[in-house]
């Protein structure tokens, strides 16, 4: 079965970096477009960055300049490189993902379970 994980969430300080990787496993046949998601506590979960099969990209005003979205589809992954952190971006970061399994002949939503970023003051 299809599925995805987050790793490199953590604790960092106010302008320092962490990079996000989310790694899709399973039989996958194809990859359409990857999102990163996040929701702060009392908050929506809102769209942070997105790119497509062919690599454009989109970013929340919030986070343009500072954050960077790319992917390897060779390893069915993509990262969220992000720099200079500020405390609003402390929130639980989801990947997403619309793929196409082998043997489906569509494509599917699938939902990682979200890794913690803290930035401290």
């Known amino acids: 079965q299809v599925r995805l994980v987050e790793s490199g969430g953590g604790l960092v300080q106010a302008g320092g970096s962490l990079r996000l990787s989310c790694a899709a496993s399973g039989n996958i046949l194809s990859i359409n477009d990857m999102h990163w998601h996040r929701q702060a506590p009392g908050k929506q979960r809102e769209l942070v960055a997105k790119?497509?099969?062919?690599?454009?990209?989109n970013y929340a005003d919030s986070v343009k300049g500072r954050f960077t979205i790319s992917r390897d589809n060779a390893k069915n992954t993509v990262y969220l490189q992000m720099n200079s952190l500020k405390p609003e971006d402390t929130a639980i970061y989801y990947c997403?993902?619309?793929?196409?399994?082998?043997?489906?002949?569509?494509?599917?939503?699938?939902w990682g379970p979200g890794t913690q970023v803290t930035v401290s003051s």
């Open positions: 997403y993902a619309e793929l196409q399994p082998h043997g489906d002949i569509w494509y599917d939503d699938y």
């Open positions: 790119i497509t099969s062919g690599g454009g990209t």
